[in-house]
């Protein structure tokens, strides 16, 4: 089993769309999470950080379920600047391991 | 503030060449990271850093070896270029418990 699971995606929606993406990870003692974006041949550039009490930056929602090991993310009112690849990433406990999720790709269409 | 750097931006390679490629941070981080990108793939992390004068090898280290004299640079080194190793390479740092930063890539090319 991999470390971090992701949706396979691709995720196809309209603008205006609501949609959800989720992540699970194995390690129970993983520290901090994180939801990371990546557009084609860029960098990663990070979106938001994901805290147990759950957090919202504009149209973006993260939510974390340490008991299911389980993070979320959640774009409403999804423009065509959303698209993307957003990839799921864990800090371990012991501090120098961080493991990317394989990504999930969003496209937005018209 | 300029972050994470990364010099060269592209370059293009004969098998059997050697290269250096440079990252600097100057958010005074303890850990930096080096990893490589093929197209339509994820991350793979080639070799990490948790401290100056350390390092530590990651997922695919075979043909790459990785030096952080300074707590502000990671070098990555390829002693015989293969075209193997065409690719995107990112460094990243990062403190502890917290998000990486990336640095905006180079693009290597190995004919």
């Known amino acids: 089993r991999k470390e971090v699971e992701q949706d396979p995606g691709p995720f196809n929606v309209p603008e205006g769309a609501t949609v959800a993406f989720n992540c699970t990870y194995s390690n129970s003692a993983s520290q901090s999470f994180f939801w990371y974006r990546q557009d084609c041949r860029k960098e990663p550039k990070l979106l938001m950080s994901v805290y147990s009490s759950g957090n919202e930056d504009g149209r973006f929602t993260a939510q974390l379920n340490r008991a299911s090991q389980y993070i979320s993310l959640l774009i409403r009112d999804s423009k065509l600047s959303d698209s993307a690849t957003y990839l799921c990433?864990?800090?371990?406990?012991?501090?120098?391991?961080?493991?990317f999720g394989p990504g999930t790709s969003l496209s937005v269409i018209p | 503030n300029a972050g994470v750097t990364q010099t060269p931006k592209f370059r293009v390679l004969k098998t059997g060449q050697s290269m250096t490629l440079l990252c600097a941070q100057d958010?005074?981080?303890?850990?930096m990271y080096w990893y490589r990108q093929d197209p339509g793939m994820g991350l793979r992390l080639i070799h990490y850093s948790v401290g100056e004068g350390t390092t530590a090898k990651g997922e695919v280290p075979d043909g790459y070896n990785v030096s952080r004299l300074k707590k502000q640079n990671f070098l990555l080194g390829l002693e015989s270029a293969a075209p193997s190793q065409t690719s995107v390479y990112f460094c990243a740092s990062r403190d502890s418990n917290q998000p990486q930063h990336f640095g905006d890539g180079t693009r290597l090319s190995i004919l």
């Open positions: 958010m005074n981080h303890e850990y």
């Open positions: 990433v864990v800090n371990s406990r012991s501090g120098d391991k961080v493991i």
